[in-house]
Each structure stands twice: as C-alpha cells, then as structure tokens.
C-alpha cells in the first residue's frame, strides 16, 4: 500500500481561501519537509494484480479454404464429415496445426495419402504436420471426424441460448406437426462443433460443401450451387461453393423439405443476383410478404455505403425451435419462425428491422469482421444502425426517431440490470456478455451521434474508406477511428475515447433564465452522471431558439460539469430546444413552462421533441393546450396521434366531446391498426359498457388487423366474457399466431375447463410462432392455476413437450411458468385440506372419500411437476 497524504494545516487552509485558482496541495510520503503533525494520510489501494485484458486471438497458422463433405445420421443425431483444410503459417515456421473441434471422435489425419500423428484434448485438435512448414508454403489436410453435438455440454448467452452449434430439429418425425429439418448456428465459436476449424472472427477462409441428402430435401449453405447431383437412389450431392474469404462462424448449412421462393436483386452493372426465400410449404404464398423488401434494401445499402454487395447470393431462410433471433450467415440468413405472419398480421407489424439488420452484416461483420469479441460492436453497433437507416428510407425519419428511441431504452434498461461498462470491452468474463444492449442499442446511438456531427457526407465516407481498406480482413476499433479521421480531417479520439473506450452516459440537467433586459436566454448545463463510472463528456449540441423573428441554431459545446451558455433573441421568446437534432444518447432533466411546451409541438422539428412538447403540454389547460391535444390527434405521424390518444382525458366539456368522436373515428378509420388499437382501448374508459359493446363487436366482425380484433375481445371480456368468448370461437381456427395468442389471453382468465382443448391444439399445432407461443404458454399457466385438479394433470404433456423445444425465451421462462403451478397446486392441497379435516371432524365420509382423491391426484400431479423443473434446473 502506497500512502498519499494532503497537507492540512491551517496555515495552509487559510491560504488557499484566499486564492480561489489554486488547486489543494496533494503530496506523496516522499516529499520532503513533511511535518507528521499537520498531516492526515490517505490510503490508496495498489492493484496487486494485472487487470483483465482479452486479447484477439494470436494468428499462427492463416486458413486458406476449406472444403467439407457431410452426411447425416438422423437417428443419433450426428454428422460424418471429412474436411479438407488448405492453410499455411502466417510468420513463424511451425510443425504443427492447431485447430479447434469441440465434442468429435476424430478418425484419422492424412496430408498426400500419408496418415499423420495428432493429439485431441480439451477441444482442441493438434496435428504434427512431419516437417516444419514456413509462411510461403501452403499445405493441405484431411481430417476425418464425426461430429457429435448433442453429446456436447451446452452453453450460450441471452442473445444466443445454446452453444451446441449443429441441430437437429425432429430428426426422427415424433412430432407430426414439425417438419425435420438440420440447420447450424456458427456464432460466436460454435462452427467447431461441426467442422474443424481455426474458430476465432479474426480467421477468414474461403469454402466448398458437399452435403449429401435424401432427394425429398433442400439444401442452403455459403455461395453458389454449383452442382446437385443424384448419387444413388433416394440420395443426393449439393455441392455449395463461395470463393470469397469469411470468418468460420459464418459457415452455414440448412437442410430440410423448404419450398423455395425465388426472387432477384440487379446490382448497378446490371448482372443480377438470386435472392430467395426458404420457407415451409404452408408459408410458400407468405414469403414475398415477408421478405419480398429485401432486393430494394440491397440496392439501398449499396449506395449509402459506395460499396456494392459482393456476396454470390442473399437467401434467407426460417428454421424451428431457433437458438437466437437471426443470423447474418454470409449469403444464408437464418431467422426464427417469428417472422411467419400472413397478411393480416403483416399489418399490425413486419420483421424489416431484423432483415435489415442481418443484411447490413455483409458489409459490416462478415465483409469487415471484428478481430475479436471485444470489438463486437463494430459488427453489432452498425447493424443496429442499419435498422434507424432503413426505417428513415423507407418509411420517413419519425419512424426512425421513435424506434431509435425504443433503442436506446433497451440500452438504459439493460445496463440498469446487467451494469454498465465500455463499449469496446476488454474485461469481460465471458465472451458472451458482449452480446447486450452495449454492443447494439447503445452503439447503434453512438453511431448516430457521430453521424450528427460529422455531417452526411463524411459520415458515408468515413463508412465507406473504412470498406473498402479493411474487406476480407479483421479489424478493430481503432481502423474505424482512423477512417473517419482521414476523411473528416479531425482527430476524433475524444468521441472515440468517450464512447468506446468508457461506459455510462451523459445525464443532463438544464437551467435557465429569462434576461428580458438584455434579450439573453442564459442557460446552465450540469452534467450529473456518476463520475466514478463515466467520463465529463464533450457533447456538441445545438439548441434552438423561436423568437418575434423566427428560429434560429446555436451550436454549442459542453464538456465541462457545469457549462453556461447565454443565447440572443429578438422581441419575444417563444420557445428553446435542447438538443434540437434529438440525437444525444443519455438523460436530460429540463423545465418549461407549459405553453412553451404546447409551442414544441407545433414547432418541433423531430418526432421526440414534438411528443414532449404534446405530453407535458396537455397539463396546459388553457384554450391552446386542450386545441394541441385535439390537433395531435390529427397529427401525420402515427406515434403521435397514438401519444395524444392517452391525453384525451385532460379534455374538458366540449373539448372532451370534440375528442371522443375523433376518437370513434380514429377507431374505424385510422390506418394504423395500433393507433385504432389504442383507440378502441381509450374508448372503453371513456364509455359506458353498454354503448361499447356493438362498438366492440363492429371492430371483432370488420376489422383487418388482428391486434385491433384481440383489444376489442379482450376489453369485452372484462364487461360480458361470456359475449366475448362467444364472438373467440370462430377465430379458434385463423391462421394467426398472433390471433392464437390473443384469444388465450381471454381464455386464461375467463375460460372454463372446455377451453383445454383450444390451448392443447395450439401447442400441438403449427400455427403458433416465436414470441406468440412464450405469450400463449404464460396464458395457459394462468388458465391452468384456475382448473380444477384433472385438467391441471393433463396439462403435464404439454408443459413436458414445451421443455423439449420451442425456442430460447421457451426455455428460458419455462420455469417460471412451472414454478407458478407448483405452488398454485400447493395452495390448492393445503386449501383441500383444511377442507378434509372438517369433513373428518364432522364424520363426513363420502365428501372426506372425495376429498382424499382429490388430494392424491393434486400430489401426484405436483411430483411430475417437480421432476419436470429439477431436470430443467440439472440441464442448466
């Protein structure tokens, strides 16, 4: 331990008093002249170790390519497989290849038909080559192996649930509604699981596959088809080919009877390229609905980076019981079955942010990779990005704004839970904690920041140099750093350092004065972000002012704890914006007066600060406030009408009835369904039961949007259930997971033990999809928790069967779920009882007899139960 100390003496107090710049006097121990007496010592912790650093992984040996040839043994659930790696030492000469293959049985390595000696331990394949090789000499292996995934002992993260890399989807058809199908899941280091490999982002090789199947199955790898080849009867040879180079955790295989949907992208030399669609036979005429967006973001992406699309070929494709959301595959995008929505769930909301983002991946994470985990973010904080890109191409930048918004929320909330920590993050303990609201969300924000400041130009520049210089290679941080610097002209390391390289965020607390005197708006921005955790950070802002004679931009910078600014205006000041782009990633604290509010609205150039403006506006309740909420409800951006929809009860009189007919209107009329959504709900709140019900039935009977129907059932339940159940029966049958979903709320608190059987044919059926059937399983636990013992005892099979699959939420609330019913069933046996000891006292044979049973069934039905989450809690 290092000792500091501060001199203290009052001598030297008062001294300092007088002298306001001087700093405190802080010396060490081993200063001279130190007088012990007046000295109070500081102890200051020493580190007594090196802190945690995460290196990218050393290069010996660099992957050339590699060519696979698999076969499948569908019973056991393994795959026979013979890779051949070309490869050569990247400096030092070296006898020997070290690759990773996790959990195989290796047969045997040859190089030139020669047999070679090898080692295998610890995941780790280690071939003696025969001589020592130097970096100008390439060399060609092959090994022999059987890969064995469900031997292997699971890991994975949040945002990757299972690490087991090759799955098998019921491969031997026990269930008859779930099509058999193989599919494979690189990333982060699970490739190595189904072939042998150098399994680390900063390894690039090129590849070929030969995937032999039975004829009834489709095949998607890397690259082009070269070939499909039948070999004997009943069997078949794909043979995928992508002669340019990619990480081994971008390796892809899908197998399975897919209907293909075929589709095209023209580039800008007018060449085109396949873009198609895998999808199961019922989803065949969904597909393009689904997907069919994807060759105009090709084309949009394209020209927003400079760099045309390189890959062969962009397939995407929607697997069962998928470990994670999507995967960016290089040219073989694997999704979840959460994206299967027909067209009426495609109104209530599509999947185009996660295509996006997973497109946006072929230029940034598998064109450019990060070299190591810890530099995920430059793989995850574009594609992240991509997705506020898209969303202002396409559908305008209010849309952007407001699910960007929704970003950054899952970045403060997540940190709240998991703890803050550097975006470009050296420490972790776990590669798998990269995967979190840093990497994306907040990267995402940050890149947008440096779009704001930068400008348009250089920003697509910046993105652009960065391409072009680092394709086909790895990269860190810093070469981002670096590109953008080139361009712009400026040293960005106080951004780079800020944002990537500390944690938190800015929390902002502002004040002003009005000097009408002077025509001065004096402001001070304090900065109250814990200090011990994040950085005084130097914000670019620019705030806005409106005055007698317009609006004027005052680009400002903060960088210090307490920064005051004074801003000229002319006349009369009507209103200020902080932060008028909107674009600041963190927390602001800020008071206005209520018509100065009301005025943002009106005058508010982005979504956020016009939705501020309306919700902390309609507490005005002057003429001018209740005619703002009125007015936003007419608003030509959707996100606000829904906003003013929440204020009509701030409506006064004639304003309340001016508001409830707009709402009757917006209720039928308005076309977004989640605005006539929020609508139908207001409404309910607003009216009496019996004028709401034919409002509720008209929206159950003519509405297109499945969200709009579940509201209206769900609010009728809860004045007539029994109207609304009646009005669920035909719907039971729609091919709608999100319909499914809906009525089973509505069951789960209304139905009877009749309604067992709606819940057990969606659980066995194949309608039910992705979040829906997380939705439908919570549903059902409650449904469950309000039966009586019989119908709780045959629910068992289903809850067994929701243990074996279903997805990574599926498991992951699973036991919950089950906890729930334990102790539901264990109320229930102490509630029975009770009841048993009174029909004992009184001598109350036959109802005791019936009670007993009762008691026995409810415990035999709570051991299955227990089994059930004690395997679940063995298997984690």
């Not at 042998?196 to 090129?206: Q, Y």
Request: hydrophobic share 35%; net charge negative.
């Amino acid at each position: 331990m290092k000792r500091n100390l501060i001199i203290v003496a009052g001598l030297i107090l008062a001294s300092c008093a007088t002298h306001k710049d001087e700093k405190p006097i802080v010396i060490t121990s081993e200063s001279p002249e130190i007088n012990e007496e007046t000295a109070i010592y500081i102890e200051e912790e020493v580190p007594a170790e090196r802190p945690v650093y995460n290196p990218t992984e050393t290069i010996l040996t660099d992957l050339i390519h590699t060519k696979l040839e698999v076969n499948f043994d569908w019973k056991k659930s393994q795959m026979n497989g013979v890779a051949t790696i070309t490869a050569k030492q990247h400096f030092y000469a070296s006898d020997e290849l070290i690759l990773d293959a996790k959990g195989m049985i290796i047969n045997q390595v040859a190089m030139n038909k020669a047999l070679l000696d090898f080692t295998y331990e610890g995941d780790v394949l280690t071939i003696r080559l025969g001589r020592e090789y130097k970096r100008d000499e390439e060399y060609t292996v092959i090994i022999d192996y059987v890969a064995r995934p469900e031997e292997r002992e699971e890991g994975g993260s949040a945002a990757i649930s299972s690490d087991k890399g090759l799955y098998f989807i019921n491969p031997t058809g026990e269930e008859p509604n779930k099509m058999p199908q193989i599919w494979t899941q690189g990333e982060t280091e699970s490739s190595s699981v189904w072939f042998p490999t150098i399994d680390s982002p900063n390894a690039k090789t090129t590849q070929e596959i030969f995937i032999t199947v039975n004829e009834k199955y489709t095949t998607l790898s890397n690259g082009k088809l070269m070939s499909s080849k039948k070999i004997t009867e009943g069997k078949r040879v794909d043979h995928w080919k992508q002669t340019l180079p990619h990480a081994p955790y971008l390796f892809m295989m899908g197998i399975g009877e897919f209907k293909v949907i075929k589709d095209s992208y023209t580039r800008a030399d007018g060449t085109k390229m396949d873009v198609n669609y895998y999808v199961e036979k019922e989803w065949e005429g969904n597909a393009r609905s689904i997907f069919g967006e994807t060759p105009k973001m090709i084309a949009f992406f394209s020209e927003l980076t400079g760099v045309e699309f390189v890959w062969d070929k962009y397939h995407q494709i929607v697997v069962r019981d998928y470990v994670s959301g999507a995967m960016e595959n290089t040219g073989a995008v694997i999704f979840g079955d959460y994206v299967y929505k027909n067209d009426r769930e495609l109104l209530d909301g599509n999947d185009q942010s996660t295509i996006a983002h997973e497109l946006f991946h072929h230029w940034f994470g598998d064109l450019v990779t990060c070299e190591s985990w810890s530099n995920l973010p430059l793989n995850e904080s574009f594609a992240n990005y991509s997705q506020y890109l898209w969303d202002e191409f396409r559908y305008g930048v209010d849309e952007a704004d407001l699910n960007a918004e929704g970003e950054a929320d899952g970045y403060f909330q997540s940190s709240e839970m998991q703890g803050y920590h550097n975006l470009i993050w050296f420490d972790f303990d776990d590669k798998e904690q990269m995967f979190d609201g840093h990497s994306y969300n907040k990267g995402g924000r940050i890149l947008h920041m440096l779009r704001n400041y930068l400008g348009d130009d250089a920003f697509f520049a910046g993105m652009k140099s960065y391409l072009e210089k680092n394709k086909f290679k790895p990269a860190e941080f810093h070469q981002l750093r670096l590109a953008f610097e080139a361009v712009s002209g400026e040293d960005l390391n106080w951004f780079f350092n800020q944002w990537f390289l500390a944690s938190g965020h800015p929390i902002l607390s502002y004040h002003q004065e009005i000097d009408e005197a002077n025509q001065m708006l004096n402001i001070t921005v304090e900065q109250k972000q814990d200090l011990e955790l994040s950085p005084i950070f130097k914000l670019p802002l620019e705030i806005a002012i409106f005055d007698t004679e317009g609006k004027h931009l005052h680009k400002v910078v903060v960088d210090e704890l307490m920064e005051e600014i004074s801003l000229p205006y002319s006349g009369e000041l009507k209103g200020f914006i902080y932060d008028n782009q909107q674009m600041m990633l963190g927390k602001k604290r800020e008071r206005k007066s209520k018509e100065m509010y009301v005025f943002q609205y009106y005058n508010g150039e982005r979504f956020t600060a016009r939705r501020d403006g309306l919700m902390k506006g309609a507490n005005d309740r002057s003429e001018k406030g209740q005619q703002m909420i009125l007015d936003a409800l007419n608003d030509p951006f959707w996100g606000i009408r829904k906003e003013a929809i929440g204020k009509v009860t701030k409506l006064k009189d004639q304003k309340r009835t001016e508001g409830i007919a707009k709402l009757k209107n917006i209720a039928d009329n308005d076309p977004k369904s989640s605005v006539r959504s929020a609508a139908l709900a207001k409404l309910g709140k607003l009216l009496e039961a019996e004028e709401m019900e034919p409002i509720y039935v008209s929206s159950v009977a003519q509405d297109s949007s499945y969200a709009v129907v579940t509201t209206a059932l769900s609010s009728l339940g809860k004045d007539n259930p029994e109207k609304a159940m009646e009005l669920a029966g035909p719907l039971e049958k729609e091919k709608s997971s999100s319909m499914i979903s809906g009525i089973g709320q509505l069951y789960a608190g209304f139905g009877g033990p009749e309604k067992f059987e709606f819940f057990e044919d969606a659980f066995n059926g194949t309608v039910l999809q992705g979040f829906d059937k997380l939705g439908l399983m919570s549903s059902f636990t409650y449904f469950i928790s309000r039966q009586e013992g019989e119908i709780v005892d045959k629910s068992l099979p289903i809850y067994e069967k929701l243990s074996g699959g279903g997805g990574m939420y599926m498991q992951m609330f699973l036991p919950q779920n089950l906890d729930y019913i334990v102790k539901g069933i264990s109320e229930n046996i102490s509630d029975l009882e009770v009841e048993l000891a009174e029909y004992e006292e009184n001598n109350d044979v036959a109802y005791a007899d019936q009670t007993r049973k009762k008691i026995a069934t409810f415990n035999s039905t709570l051991v299955s139960f227990q089994k059930m989450i004690d395997g679940l809690e063995e298997e984690e």
